[in-house]
């Protein structure tokens, strides 16, 4: 089973408007990070925004937040006042810190192509 | 710039050669990560390196060798590949299992094509 899931390959969005990008997480772990990557066709992954099981508060980073619902299992991505320099792909991810076993890297999900639209 | 510096960029190689890729970073990261990204595929965790220690080996063949001299340094061994094995390979490091941690620093990746 897939634990990172991200439903919208692909986004067109016109510029100067809001996007959610979709992310449902699965874990049994009770510690656990969700990450927001951004990756422009340039190839390098860029850190965006973070966010711990136990944060009580929606992350926020600038014009990203994050809207986090942990009884839904749910980690989505909402930028406002989209530019087109956010055109790229973006990828959620999660970290489960106490596991015993299981990869001790980031789980990444398959990604979202978002496009702005001027 | 990341922090996470990853040579080559770009690397072109036969099934027969032998290369190896390198990350640096001097964040004073304990824990480093070699990723797999292949088109239209989830990022695929392929090594973790932690204080030098590789502690994860995500099932990669061996044609793939890990070597982590230093927490500073990782490298990725590469002898006999195949075409499928064309992908972008991304460096990472992060500090070890912080649950503050904002995030795994990622490399710009070295973009391989087996010919």
Known sequence: AQKITQTQPGMFVQEKEAVTLDCTYDTSDPSYGLFWYKQPSSGEMIFLIYQGSYDQQNAT??????????????????????????SAMYFCAMREFSSGGGADGLTFGKGTHLIIQP | ETGVTQTPRHLVMGMTNKKSLKCEQH?????????????????????????????????????????????????????????????????????????????????????????
Request: hydrophobic share 35%.
């Open chain 2, 27 to 115: 964040l004073g990261h304990n824990a480093m990560y070699w990723y797999k990204q292949s088109a239209k595929k989830p990022l695929e965790l392929m090594f973790v390196y932690n204080f030098k220690e590789q502690t994860e080996n995500n099932s990669v063949p061996s044609r793939f060798s890990p070597e982590c001299p230093n927490s500073s340094h990782l490298f990725l061994h590469l002898h006999t590949l195949q075409p499928e094995d064309s992908a972008l390979y991304l460096c990472a490091s992060s500090q070890k299992k912080q649950m503050d941690t904002r995030s795994a620093f990622f490399g710009q990746g070295t973009r391989l094509t087996v010919v």
């Open chain 1, 61 to 86: 980073e600038g014009r990203y937040s994050l809207n986090f619902q942990k009884a839904r299992k749910s980690a989505n991505l909402v930028i406002s006042a989209s530019q087109l320099g956010d």
